[in-house]
Structures are given as structure tokens and as C-alpha cells.
């Protein structure tokens, strides 16, 4: 293990040196490219008025996602009553779905373990 410590080293040093190279670059290519999505000026006001903005756009929109849930938990409920109809492409999808959420669950499982695999830090 030790012996992988100075090679680590020098990996990191190479990804520093490129970033160090490259960043100023990108950064500059990634404020041009997306210029009209930019405030002028950028005063602490305009950013309060953008977050609330933000906040009061997503709370608006609370209603059309409830609507699209109750629409969502319907073609559930219909495919469920109709099982006899489900194609194997839409019970492929459903495990997938399943398999994704359980992903997300371990992975939360770890992250709130404080990213150990094993268990809790006692």
C-alpha cells in the first residue's frame, strides 16, 4: 500500500497541472457559450430576486406534478388489474425501476453510515 502512495502522488499532480492549464480556458468557453443565462449586474439583490423567483416558480408548479402523479399512479393501478396484458418490455421497465430504487436506498444506507460498507462507526 505504501508503495502506491507516490503514484497516487503523481497522478494527482498531473490532474492538477491540467486543470491548472486548462480551467482558466474552460471556464472562460463556459461563461461565453452561456452569456445570456448571466445577470448584469450581479448585485446581491438580483440574486435574492432570482432565488424567489426560483421558489415561487417551483411552488407554482406543485399542482400540474400532483396532477401528473395521481395520472402516473393510475397507469400503475390499471397495469396492475391487467396483468394478463403486461408485455414483458413494461415488466422489464417496473424491475428496472425497482432495481434503481433500491440502488438509491443502499446507497443512502452508506452515506448515512458515514460512508462505511460494513456499518456504523460504534
Not at 406534478?65 to 393501478?77: D, G, I, P, Q, T
Given at each position: 500500500m505504501a508503495s502506491k502512495i507516490p503514484?497516487?502522488?503523481?497522478?494527482?499532480?498531473?490532474?492538477?497541472?491540467?486543470?491548472a492549464n486548462r480551467g482558466g480556458s474552460y471556464y472562460k468557453l463556459l461563461?461565453?457559450?452561456?452569456?445570456?443565462?448571466?445577470?448584469?449586474?450581479?448585485?446581491?439583490?438580483?440574486?435574492?430576486s432570482l432565488a424567489k423567483?426560483?421558489?415561487y416558480t417551483r411552488l407554482a408548479s406543485i399542482p400540474h406534478?400532483?396532477?401528473?402523479?395521481?395520472?402516473?399512479?393510475?397507469?400503475?393501478?390499471k397495469l396492475v388489474k391487467n396483468r394478463q396484458d403486461l408485455n414483458i418490455e413494461n415488466a422489464s421497465f417496473g424491475a428496472l425501476f425497482g432495481l434503481e430504487c433500491f440502488a438509491w436506498f443502499c446507497g443512502g444506507e452508506i452515506v448515512g453510515r458515514g460512508f462505511t460498507i460494513t456499518g456504523y462507526y460504534v
Open positions: 503514484q497516487l502522488q503523481s497522478k494527482v499532480s498531473q490532474v492538477s497541472q491540467v486543470a461563461m461565453e457559450q452561456n452569456k445570456h443565462y448571466i445577470q448584469d449586474p450581479p448585485t446581491i439583490e438580483k440574486c435574492q423567483q426560483l421558489f406534478r400532483y396532477n401528473s402523479l395521481w395520472k402516473e399512479l393510475e397507469y400503475a393501478k
